[in-house]
T-cell receptor
Framework: DAGVIQSPRHEVTEMGQEVTLRCKPI?????LFWYRQTMMRGLELLIY????????DSGMPEDRFSAKMPNASFSTLKIQPSEPRDSAVYFCASSWDRLRAYNEQFFGPGTRLTVL | GQQLNQSPQSMFIQEGEDVSMNCTSSSIFNTWLWYKQDPGEGPVLLIA?????ELTSNGRLTAQFGITRKDSFLNISASIPSDVGIYFC???????????FGAGTRLTVKP
């Protein structure tokens, strides 16, 4: 079974441009999480979905960030306009809604974003 | 938000040595998990703990959920070069659905 798939793996863009990160969770998983990892702040939860519905977006840094999950097999995280301080590795993770398994999140390989 | 204090920040050890790292918090957690992250990859779950006092092993790895529910430790016995990486603790706060991650322990194993 394929794990969590993220694309692109690397993205270099210029300040002001729109960036879209993509994620395909593991088939059958009910939860999808977006994280950001930086040296300064470590791993931060941005938003998570349950059955395609956003549950908690309190970690989204500001209005420039938005996330959608149009169906069970696809999610996007969009930054518009991008800024240099958005440079980080963005991870998508998924898990399933069974007893105790909710917390056992499977991470994708990440997208390394560089905003010049 | 609530913080997890993970220590040590980094460790340099000789192959064959045992390793111990821990996480503490002022808050109570329902769940503790330990992840390992290799360079250029996402974190991979090593051990999940769900009950205070629980002691769980996964090969050479052993982790415990503290009795107070505010801490957890991870031990690695007889370290090998492939143990190199960053180890993260993570916890689910009591009464909350989201996870908090520690800052990580960077482990270097010298052959």
């Amino acid at each position: 079974d394929a794990g969590v798939i993220q694309s692109p793996r690397h993205e270099v863009t210029e300040m002001g441009q729109e960036v879209t990160l993509r994620c395909k969770p593991i088939s059958g998983h009910d939860y999808l999480f977006w994280y950001r990892q930086t040296m300064m702040r470590g791993l931060e939860l941005l938003i998570y979905f349950n059955n395609n519905v956003p549950i908690d977006d309190s970690g989204m840094p500001e209005d420039r960030f938005s996330a959608k999950m149009p169906n069970a097999s696809f999610s996007t995280l969009k930054i518009q306009p991008s800024e240099p301080r958005d440079s980080a590795v963005y991870f998508c993770a998924s898990s399933w809604d069974r007893l105790r398994a909710y917390n056992e999140q499977f991470f994708g390989p990440g997208t390394r974003l560089t905003v010049l | 938000g609530q913080q997890l204090n993970q220590s040590p920040q980094s460790m340099f050890i000789q192959e064959g040595e045992d390793v111990s790292m821990n996480c503490t918090s002022s808050s109570i957690f329902n769940t503790w998990l330990w992840y390992k992250q290799d360079p250029g990859e996402g974190p991979v779950l090593l051990i999940a703990l769900y009950k205070a006092g629980e002691l769980t092993s996964n090969g050479r790895l052993t982790a415990q959920f503290g009795i107070t529910r505010k801490d957890s430790f991870l031990n690695i016995s007889a370290s090998i070069p492939s143990d190199v990486g960053i180890y993260f603790c993570a916890g689910q706060l009591s009464g909350n659905n989201d996870m908090r991650f520690g800052a990580g322990t960077r482990l270097t194993v010298k052959p």
